[in-house]
């Protein structure tokens, strides 16, 4: 039977009753009409499945949804691959590399590929929707679910999200993705309204969202908790319907975020089709709503056949088994590729026994490596990697590897074990030291306090230093940290939250089995005071003003001359780039037109390895201002020693649009833009120019506007001259010229202009009508 006949057999009940949650994790089921349920589950880097919540006949409440939200990745089995689940008792899975890691690969081949093992593992479990990616803009590093998160750039966040969608779909299995729209802290996220300006809503928060959606089409999008410019989002017209259905022409599902609605009826009306999870007075409001006619039967049919189309999307599948020793083996090659190599002077790394013999590994996280952040997300491992396990194997026989915990606590130091962290580093040849972010204090539900790491790991360090100056540190954590210790030491690997596989992703890159070949997705500042959203954060009164506008991350630091302690884009890796050669397909650029740029890139160094070929535009100076730079473009290739490669990166004329707030459209400016291209933000060695012919776009104008800014527009300009001509009786030349002498200098309005110093008759309407 199809939808439409569905839709004729169902009662008002049967349909308000389709449009919620059953339990916690599933959809409703009709058996007589042939509807089965959906199931669904988080998470974004991970499969989360309580048979308890989940499975027939399973029985919940309001505490076992706080249990989810409030799961700490501090648990004792959350991290150490222990016996017992998580959330009562979780089945274990893979658990993949954090958002924060993950997106630090800029590997869309790979990340597809987690995207597909994820598919599997839910077809193992009867599971429909994996309810990810997350992919909010990383404003501030000090969001709680920051570690969930991607980048700072929407441009890199919507092609990953993409790349993981298209690996989940095409194996079946739905995608959701969240969180729509602003998200993006955790400090008191359902009352809290994010004020954004139009410019920056559209250009930066969601334009990770269109790119992901245009190139992946999710079978479903998550709304968000919070108020967006004083709409609440689950029940905004003008995000769900406008923006998302109209202009953007999506047709998929919008669920809500778990108990994100606030008033059913709204919510449907605004396009906030499936409430999460079963909520009765969700279901009663809707139904009277209904019944009232505050709702139509057109709006709840709409609603209602999004969501037997996503019934239709979701194949019938027998469970199948899951080759979790590959997914172990995906999980540890991402984390390899996403490991960022920071720091290396005097290329202290990779670790040879030409350089040195004896190893002393210092840190609790080399023995329980911290691998995720807390919230819904949090996975029960399958398999871990144990960092100092992994070593071992690594180093064989040809090291001497010896271990210290150094500081078993994160917040009270241990004097003896301190001691005796020092003296094996004093008598070792190096020391490597794994200290992380105190886990807990940040998650779902709670931001970061500060981007300090751990109290005592950062006292190990400095203490460490005392007594070797030959100091690798290996980092965990779920967003930028503060390095104030950075100096101390010659060797930085940043991790971020790599999941189960991490362990030997480390090992392989400190004893160069592995090139790294990881960049940094967002900026790393030098202190929490310079980031961008510093002074704003995290609001006051219930407003979370985004002040900084468009400029986010390495926008802010480029706008304002600033340098970070890394930068966007960066890492290092243990070979050499030379990038040789750009080259344009056209000098000029047409509205409808696409282009190539050719990047010429050389492996100089004396061994293989991989770099992330990154492509940034400069907008010429005009009407909008702009950050210096924007990515654009980028692709990641692999270059044996000596070898070079050219790369063809292209560029569609959406990159090279701004949204207008006052035209309230995207519009291209005339210009010459620069196109630039290096290893990161920073380190930009080849550019070309373009020059663009623009799109044509009328300001709107009013009685007020300026003279200058009528003069540009040529036909807007010839109709005031006529109307003047028409009231005074002066030649058009005559009138042109004088309007042209004094524009520069005026500083009121036309009208006042043309009444005052050119003493023509004229009414505001008449103005008004040849300005229009």
């Known amino acids: 039977m199809d939808k439409y006949s569905l839709l004729d057999k169902m009662t008002v009940e049967e349909k308000v009753t389709l449009l919620s949650g059953k339990g916690l994790w599933k959809t409703a089921h009709f058996p007589h009409l042939q509807i089965k349920s959906l199931k669904m589950t988080d998470g974004t880097y991970g499969v989360r499945y309580s048979p308890e919540q989940i499975d027939d006949n399973a029985s919940w409440t309001i505490s076992d949804f706080l249990d989810v939200v409030s799961q700490s990745a501090n648990d004792e089995h959350s991290h150490t691959g222990g016996s017992e689940a998580l959330f009562g008792k979780t089945l274990p899975a893979t658990c993949f590399p954090n958002g924060s890691s993950l997106a630090c690969s800029w590997d869309r081949e790979l990340v597809y590929q987690m995207g597909k093992a994820l598919a599997h593992e839910c077809h193992s479990l009867g599971v429909n929707i994996l309810l990810g990616p997350g992919i909010n803009i990383r404003r501030t590093p000090l969001s709680g679910r920051g570690y969930e998160y991607y980048s700072e750039d929407p441009l890199l966040s919507g092609e990953l999200a993409a790349s993981l969608i298209n690996g989940l779909q095409d194996q079946g299995v739905g995608a959701c993705l969240k969180h729509f729209a602003c998200n993006n802290s955790e400090y008191r996220r359902t009352e809290m309204d ?48 406008t923006i998302l259905r109209e202009q953007w022409g999506y047709q998929g599902l919008v669920m809500s975020d778990w108990y994100g609605i606030k008033d059913r009826p709204r919510s449907l009306k605004a ?24 709702v139509t039967m057109a709006e709840l049919d709409a609603s209602c056949l999004r969501m037997l189309t996503l ?10 088994d899951v080759d979790f020793a590959q997914h172990h083996t995906i999980a540890q090659k991402i984390a390899e590729e996403s490991i960022v190599l920071l720091k290396n002077d005097e290329n202290i790394l990779p670790l040879t026994t030409t350089k040195y013999k004896k190893v002393a590994i210092i840190g609790r996280g080399a023995h329980s490596p911290i691998i995720q952040g807390s919230g819904c997300a949090t996975t029960a491992p399958y398999m871990l990697d144990r960092p100092l396990d992994e070593i071992l194997d690594v180093a064989n026989d040809d090291f001497s590897i010896d271990y210290a915990v150094g500081a078993p606590d994160d917040y009270h130091e241990h004097p003896q074990e301190m001691e005796k962290a020092t003296e094996l580093a004093a008598r070792s040849d190096v020391a490597v030291v794994f200290v ?21 790991h950062e006292s190990l360090i400095k203490a460490v230093a005392k007594k070797q100056k030959e100091l690798i540190v290996v980092l965990s954590n779920s967003d930028s940290v503060i390095m104030d210790w950075k100096d101390q030491c010659k060797g930085i690997v940043e991790t971020f939250f790599s999941g189960q ?37 995290p609001g006051e009164g219930l407003s979370h003003h985004y002040s900084e506008g468009i400029y986010v991350g390495y926008r802010y630091y480029d706008k304002r001359k600033m340098t970070p302690c890394y930068p966007f884009g960066f ?76 790369v063809t990166l292209q560029l569609t004329p959406t990159e090279f649009q701004s949204y207008h707030p006052v035209l309230k459209q995207w519009i291209i400016e005339p210009g010459e833009y620069e196109i630039h291209a290096g290893g990161s933000s920073r380190s930009l060695p080849l550019s070309a120019c373009v020059q663009v012919v623009g799109t044509k776009h009328r300001f709107p104008f009013r009685e007020d506007s300026s003279l200058v800014q009528i003069i540009e527009d040529d036909q807007v300009f010839n109709q005031v001259i006529d109307l003047v001509a028409q009231k005074s009786n002066l030649d058009k030349e005559v009138i042109k010229k004088r309007l042209i002498d004094i524009a520069p200098e005026l500083f009121c309005g036309l009208y006042v202009a043309l009444t005052e110093f050119l003493g023509v008759d004229v009414t505001k309407d008449e103005l008004i009508e040849v300005l229009s």
């Open 501 to 537: 596989g991490v362990g030997r992703a480390v090992a392989n890159i400190l004893f160069g089995v592995i090139n790294p070949s990881g960049k940094l997705t967002v900026t790393l500042p030098n202190s929490l005071e310079e980031t961008p959203a510093y002074l704003h954060y």
């Open 271 to 294: 396009g906030n089709d499936l409430a999460m999870p079963e909520v009765k007075r969700d279901k009663d409001e809707l139904r009277n709503a209904v019944e009232n006619k505050e």
């Open 436 to 456: 992380n972010t105190v886990i807990g204090e940040d998650g779902e539900n709670g931001d970061r306090k500060n981007l300090s790491i751990a109290p005592t």
């Open 311 to 320: 019934l239709e999307h979701v194949p019938q599948r027998e469970l199948q």
């Open 571 to 646: 890492g290092l890796s243990y070979t050499q780039f030379t990038y040789k050669k750009i080259e344009l397909s056209k000098p000029i650029l047409h509205a409808d037109d696409t282009l190539d740029v050719k990047i010429t890139l050389q492996n100089t160094g004396e061994r293989k390895g991989k770099e992330v070929v990154q492509l940034y535009i400069q907008h010429p100076q005009t009407e909008l201002p702009h950050p210096p730079l924007a990515l654009k473009g980028f692709e990641k290739i692999e270059l044996e020693a000596g070898e070079s490669q050219t």
């Open 194 to 241: 994010s004020i954004v300006d139009e410019r920056a809503l559209h250009e930066i928060y969601l334009a990770g969202f269109k790119r992901a959606i245009d190139k992946s089409n999710p079978w479903t999008i998550m709304s968000s908790y919070n108020r967006l410019n004083g709409e609440q989002t689950s029940q905004s017209y003008s995000l769900l319907t």
